[in-house]
């Protein structure tokens, strides 16, 4: 199963641009990967779907535009553009795997995104 | 509204059980599978398992760190899912959350609720 990294955490200043990264481990390079927003004492919110071609589907209710994503190789990122104090979470990746009673969905470790 | 509503955590002693309830509205849940996700303080998400629908015979998944232990089970008339834990150890503390998947990804959560495992 794949595993997905992903920094710990992230800063960026007010009206700022910040992109988010997770990294695929190797021979997952087609995977598909979902982000997730986590506001502080929340509980996570879906924000959207990202493959090699970048976003698969439509965003999660009420995700503005200033949130984008983009695969490539190994990695998959979430941009997120004019950053305002709201943006402020932990942002998560998963992906799933497998099929049948071998499914499993894999999360990464979560990065911290602080807005300076 | 589409919604889910966790319920059922508490304190439990090690070895203990419990089991968790998650009611939904909104959607039509037949016809939906149903994931749990857990959340230890301070860490990242993890997936617990899932359950599909009747027309996927019910087919349930599990994480390695749970299967053997956790069952999850649903009732299609009350729009409920379930996660009974059994053998319960520290490492089981978290916040559980019970979600739904679509075609794009896990679009519904609930608020959690808060499974403390301590003797």
């Known amino acids: 199963q794949p595993v997905l990294t992903q920094p710990p955490s992230a800063s960026a200043s007010l009206g700022a641009s910040v992109t988010l990264t997770c990294t695929l481990s190797?021979?997952?390079?087609?995977?598909?990967v979902d982000w997730y927003q986590q506001r502080p004492g929340k509980g996570p919110r879906f924000v959207m779907r990202v493959g090699t071609g970048g976003i698969v589907g439509s965003k999660g209710d009420g995700i503005p535009d200033r949130f984008s994503v983009l695969g490539s190789g190994l990695n998959r990122y979430l941009t997120i553009n004019n950053i305002q104090e709201e943006d402020e979470s932990d942002y998560h990746c998963?992906?799933?795997?497998?099929?049948?009673?071998?499914?499993?969905?894999?999360f990464g470790g979560g990065t911290k995104l602080t807005v300076l | 509204e589409v919604q889910l509503v966790e319920s059922g955590g508490g304190l439990v002693q090690p070895g203990g059980s419990l089991k968790l309830s998650c009611a939904a509205s909104?959607?039509?849940?037949?016809?939906?599978?149903m994931h749990w996700v857990r959340q230890a303080s301070g860490k990242g998400l993890e997936w617990v398992g899932r359950i599909r629908s009747k027309a996927n015979n019910y087919a349930t998944a599990y994480a390695g760190s749970v299967k053997g232990r956790f069952m999850i089970s649903r009732e299609d008339s009350k729009n409920t899912v379930y996660l009974q834990m059994n053998s319960l150890k520290t490492e089981d503390t978290a916040v559980y959350y019970c979600?739904?998947?679509?075609?794009?990804?896990?679009?519904?959560w609930g608020q959690g609720t808060t499974v403390t495992v301590s003797s």
């Open positions: 998963g992906a799933d795997h497998g099929s049948g009673s071998n499914f499993v969905w894999v």
């Open positions: 979600t739904r998947p679509s075609d794009d990804g896990m679009d519904v």
């Open positions: 909104g959607f039509t849940f037949s016809g939906s599978a």
């Open positions: 190797s021979d997952y390079s087609t995977y598909r």
